[in-house]
């Protein structure tokens, strides 16, 4: 990255990771199909992996501010904003829940038991 790293998810058998940083870059270094990323456009975005692609496969733009964090969990992407709001996304379903929190949300984590 030409700037800070500013997260860093690493896959569950620890052989493959991807970083975003403050040049606005994903770095991925793995073989899995779909990365997941939230950032300053206010959206959510799939990469399809395989493709090679520059373009997104598909944009969520559902907030008014930046998406802070992302978390995937089965069949749910879970998204955090500055807006103060925190939305899952059930892909399965193609439903968009939303929880407003009033406050800018920095960071979000999923328990085990979800």
């Known amino acids: 990255h030409g700037y800070e790293v500013r997260d860093v998810c690493v ?3 620890n052989s493959k990771f991807a970083s975003c940083g403050g040049d606005k870059q ?3 270094a793995a073989q899995d199909d779909v990365l997941v990323t939230g950032g300053y456009d206010q ?3 799939l990469w399809d992996c395989k493709s090679r692609s520059t373009e997104a496969m ?3 733009k ?3 501010d930046s998406v802070t964090c992302v978390v995937v969990r089965d069949h749910e992407i879970v ?3 500055v807006d103060g709001s925190i939305r899952r996304f059930d892909i399965r379903m193609g439903r968009v829940y939303t929880d407003d929190v009033h406050h800018a949300v920095t960071s979000v ?3 085990h038991d979800g």
């Open 62 to 64: 559902a907030f008014k």
């Open 43 to 45: 959206s959510v975005k």
């Open 79 to 81: 998204a955090s904003s």
């Open 58 to 60: 598909q944009v969520m």
């Open 109 to 111: 984590a999923v328990s």
């Open 26 to 28: 994903i770095k991925w």
């Open 11 to 13: 896959s569950a058998d």
